[in-house]
Each structure stands twice: as structure tokens, then as C-alpha cells.
């Protein structure tokens, strides 16, 4: 598993746990509500701002997706 599908599964447990949907996360984010779900699929090879949004919206520390 590369550090992108790695990523993406680890922010798709979190959003899980919190039970919200992509498009909430998304908002969230203030990302685009299509980009997500390539995120969670470790698709996308996103920047660090990205991911901190992400962190920020998930309520977690960066490292606890990483």
C-alpha cells in the first residue's frame, strides 16, 4: 500500500467513524465535493495544504492519517 492509498483509507475511517458524508467532509475542507472520493481511493497525489485541510476538518493531527 503507497502512502496515498494509505492516506485515503485513513481519512475514509475517520469520515466513517464521524458519520458524515464526502460531500460534508468536502465542505469541510473547502475542497471540491469530486475530488474526495479519488482522495479515499488513493488516487490522488494531493499537496500537504490539502491534506492539513483535511487533518483540520477531521479533527486529527496530520500524522494520524499519515
Do not use: C, H
Not at 12 to 33: G, H, V, Y
Request: glycine share 4%.
Amino acid at each position: 500500500m503507497d502512502i496515498n492509498e494509505l492516506f485515503g483509507k485513513n481519512v475514509r475511517e475517520r469520515r466513517l467513524a464521524l458519520k458524515i458524508s464526502q460531500e460534508t467532509l468536502a465542505n469541510m475542507a473547502e475542497i471540491d465535493r469530486t475530488y474526495l472520493p479519488d482522495i479515499e481511493k488513493g488516487k490522488r497525489n494531493i499537496s500537504l495544504k490539502i491534506a492539513e485541510k483535511i487533518a483540520n476538518a477531521l479533527n486529527v493531527p496530520l500524522k494520524d492519517l499519515l
